[in-house]
């Protein structure tokens, strides 16, 4: 790209959905994004458009304020999806959640496709990598598995780590945490299960699969 997006252009471009990248604006601007390589249309119906590797880079740029951890506590009426990483406030599901998630699921795997090499959709993409804590609650929540809601401790919470490229995954339930390490390892993640020295408790050590 030779030029900066215009202010219009930047407008849709940080408007994106922070987990699948779809764009929504009016047909002259999302031609225009595509024409410069930061979007591309889907192919099948309803032909969303979503944004490229480039696209993401722009919306990422440091020249902007950087735009708020998709994954973290939204407000239920602010129209912006968060998977759930365990803790937030807030009903558990119900059909319309069910929806969501596996839109955003989809779109997950569609830009794995894109972005991927050989369109590889069995392995996590340049996104996931840098959006760890958030692509792997994204994959548990698809699983049909439950986030830990507030002070309960039931249900699975997702958290940072000081290791490169690997989250953790703490769920009570000894069999509830194996099922989320086979999840994370179906959707492309290497995982192991490890045990805290000072208190025992067992936990999941995920990383994003490179091959």
Known sequence: MTRPPTAAQRRVLDAADPVTGRLKGTETQLAALVKRGLAFRHPRPPHDHFLTPAGHRIRESPAQPPAPEPVQETPADSGVFAARIGGEEGPVGGPARMR????????LIELRRMTNTNGATDR?????????????????????HRPAMGTDRAGYRVRATPQPEAVAVREPDPGALRACAATLEKAGWQVGEHTEPRTGVRYVLASPRRA
């Open 100 to 107: 969501e998630v596996h839109s955003a699921w989809q779109g």
């Open 124 to 144: 996590p993409c340049g996104w996931e990598r840098t959006h760890l804590v958030q692509a792997a609650a994204l994959a548990l929540e698809a699983g049909d």
